[in-house]
């Protein structure tokens, strides 16, 4: 590597082992250094895993990306660079939704469509069962436009949080969990990946089995709603609305 780039490609390192490169900025990266989609599908279904199994994958992901900004072009490294010099977009300060101001930099996809892929890939569900999950969380959340439940249904409660609205127990074990993982409760990472945690690693995963029977994405709907969520007042039309909304038109 040139001296023109190596201060950089250390810095980019030393910032990787502190934790303070962004998702957004990864994916930037993975484009520019010169990957075919088939290459950037795969990363995708890597950072779907990375949020499960955590830091020792991420770092395990970047090492390929490094490699591969060592060996590219001047151009692409020059298209880096200039990304990096990037400001950071400025974070909502409302805790009660998901910050989408990232979009300066990098447009990132709409949070709906991002799970159907990232369900799919992490879980290894059809597109129908991932619908059924997606759907819900989509009306727990007003269409992922707030993380906090408004109006708790117990007076004086702290509520809902995160995509399925976790209360009680639940909630403290969420917010628990992304402290231990440093990562923001508001945050789409933290919701995911504890959603991922309860599935694989609690009693919570137990309504799998019936999911994975379902063929449709009302039948999903119906079945993580049931199972998982447990709500007090279903509303299912709109919950099985929402499902096959995103069937029809997510990945």
Known sequence: MSLKYADTYKGMR????AG???QHRKSAMAKTVGLGSSSRQGIKGIRGRVRAEGEAAEKKMMDSLFQRFETASNDSKDSLLQIDRLKEAPKTTKGSGIDNTMETDVKEEPIGTRLMSDLQET?????AQAAG???NFDHETGGFKYLQELEPTV???KGGRGF??????RRKAFESWSAENNLDPDSYDASFGFFIHEVQNTSEGRF???LEKTTTAEQAAKVFSRN???PGKPMMNKRVSASTNYYNTGI
């Open 123 to 127: 879980l290894g569900i059809t597109k």
């Open 164 to 169: 399925a609205m976790w209360t009680g127990p």
């Open 133 to 135: 999950i997606v759907g």
């Open 155 to 157: 007076p004086g409660s």
């Open 208 to 210: 799998m089995k019936a």
């Open 20 to 22: 303070v490169v962004s």
């Open 228 to 230: 998982y969520l447990r």
């Open 14 to 17: 030393e910032a990787l082992e």
